[in-house]
């Protein structure tokens, strides 16, 4: 079962765990935009309590990843109310139809890297028993997920495992800064855009890793990371703004300028964001394997298609597209049990 399935990640990871053999129940407020891929899907808020326990009845999963989330820091500040009312009264809702309806999967919680908030240089990469200090109510939501889900586990031996994920990109994704270079990029390609990338700050650096390494992490930890237990998981390499613009100019059909202008400035930027793998490698046989120019390339024909009108929105042969991205460019290696 997953929740949040209409979103980036669920969407790829539903496809993963069909592949796997897996039988999938997608819930989330919102049909997925590009079709679904996996078996069932229905529409349900994690705040609905009656209609989660039912769910879940019927179904019984023997796993659940918890994804749905208000993800957005910038909305987080316009919206703080329902921000925290969606991830943590969702997750006490998810947690408590449990304990009604008596099953119990192992349930993978997706936690965040801005639980941590700004981290010293000499603390970097970061790890789980670093102090958490978030800088917006999103990063609040995340740390009282987190939170939560450890003290089921602590109170009701209900088997958690708490993932913190750092920054994620892909085909596919909106609204962050790959995407939305990416996007300027084609734009500028196709005569939309003037020759002018209009950017923010240029210095802050983030792990970065492809959503299609993600999601092999996430279903690897269902099996082998330790109920009750926090892991950091992300890119390997870190990269700044200018040299993620960098990559896309080298592989971008057009030349742009640079042109940073104040009000792309965000007020609740963290300098640099890199978590600490180790922790989880010591449970998982798994390495990111997918480099930031390939994801880049592949975010660039996404947009290219996309603004260009080929495939329809919502089109089962976009979804389809979309999601064999890895399989055909990038031949990624299946993660194996008992690593």
């Known amino acids: 079962m997953i929740t949040g399935a209409a979103g980036f990640i669920g969407g ?41 326990s039912s769910l879940i009845s019927k179904f019984r999963p023997q796993r659940i990843f918890h994804l749905a989330a208000q993800s957005q820091p910038l909305v987080s500040l316009k919206q703080p109310r329902e921000t925290i009312d969606t991830n943590v009264g969702g997750t006490v809702s998810l947690f408590d139809s449990l304990r009604t309806t008596g099953v119990m999967p192992v349930v993978v919680v997706a936690c965040s890297s801005a639980e941590y908030g700004p981290v010293a240089e000499c603390d970097s990469p970061v790890q789980e028993d670093h102090p958490l200090n978030p800088l917006h109510p999103y990063g609040v939501s995340k740390v009282a997920q987190d939170l939560l889900a450890a003290q089921y586990f602590a109170n009701y031996a209900i088997p958690t495992i708490r993932i913190r994920i750092f920054k994620t990109t892909g085909p596919g994704k909106l609204d962050e800064v790959c995407s939305d270079l990416t996007k300027r990029a084609v734009e500028i390609e196709q005569g939309i855009r003037s020759p002018a990338m209009p950017v923010g700050n240029l210095a802050s650096r983030r792990s970065i890793v492809d959503v299609r390494d993600l999601v092999q992490a996430l279903w690897a930890s269902a099996d082998h990371c330790k109920f009750g237990e926090v892991y950091n998981l992300g890119g390997d390499d870190v990269y700044s703004v200018r040299e993620v613009i960098e990559a896309i100019h080298s592989e971008a059909t057009a030349r742009f300028e640079v042109e940073q202008r104040p009000e792309l400035m965000r007020s609740c930027d963290e300098p640099v964001t890199a978590g600490d793998n180790a922790k989880f490698r010591s449970c998982c046989a798994w390495e990111p394997q997918i480099r930031l120019a390939a994801t880049l390339r592949d975010m660039l024909e996404w947009w290219r298609v996309r603004l260009a009108g080929v495939a329809v929105p919502g089109s089962r042969q976009e979804v389809a597209r979309i999601h064999n991205f890895g399989s055909q460019n990038n031949g990624i290696t299946t993660i194996t049990k008992g690593a």
Not at 25 to 47: H, K, S, Y
């Open 12 to 52: 790829f990871f539903a496809k993963h765990c069909a592949d796997a053999g897996s039988q999938v129940l997608g819930i989330d407020i919102v049909e997925p935009q590009d079709g679904w891929t996996a078996n069932e899907f229905e529409l349900c808020d994690v705040r609905d309590s009656a209609r989660l």
